[in-house]
């Protein structure tokens, strides 16, 4: 498969991939396949790392081993108000609690679910109703202008000793 790939797809921009060096990354209930692998303890992938963008499965109570991949897991503030687009105890917090070292945790204050998103699905998620924003998109701009950082974050946790 990964000769194939690299033959038929990637060649043709002139990429090639190290296989050796995977990452993983997600959104919402995107994140559900990651999710799985988990709670199967799934060891045919060895991810590098991961960065789980406000996860939300019902399988995440399910994780019993947790993982080493090195973890940055993201949260708003918002997210979890109503309406909620991450249930507690099935979004990023009980995610971290599952995870095994390396992991971070930050929760940006003042954000909600959709506020990471581009403009017309902002829009979209924001008139609609379905989920909490923050009310002005604009704010997301921290993403692209580092003089807006730091953002405040209402959570902060970490566990990168590994010892």
Not at 137 to 148: D, E, G, K, M, P
Request: glycine content about 6%; charged content about 15%; hydrophobic content about 35%.
């Amino acid at each position: 498969m990964r000769n194939n790939l690299n033959a038929k797809y990637l060649s043709q921009w002139n990429v090639t991939v190290n296989w050796n060096h995977l990452g993983f990354s997600c959104h919402s209930a995107g994140c559900d396949f990651g999710i799985e692998m988990l709670r199967t303890n799934n060891t045919r992938v060895a991810f590098k790392g991961s960065v789980w963008y406000e996860p939300f499965s019902f399988h995440i109570p399910l994780i019993v081993n947790g993982t080493k991949w090195p973890s940055l897991v993201y949260g708003t503030q918002l997210s979890e108000e109503f309406p909620p687009c991450c249930i507690p105890g099935l979004d990023f917090h009980a995610l971290y609690k599952r995870l095994t070292c390396p992991r971070i945790l930050t929760n940006a204050t003042g954000f909600g679910h959709c506020d990471m998103l581009d403009d017309s699905f902002w829009t979209a998620c924001h008139e609609v109703h379905i989920c909490k924003t923050d009310g002005n998109h604009q704010t997301l701009q921290y993403a692209t202008n580092r003089s807006l950082i730091p953002i405040q974050l209402g959570d902060l946790d970490y566990d990168i000793d590994c010892m």
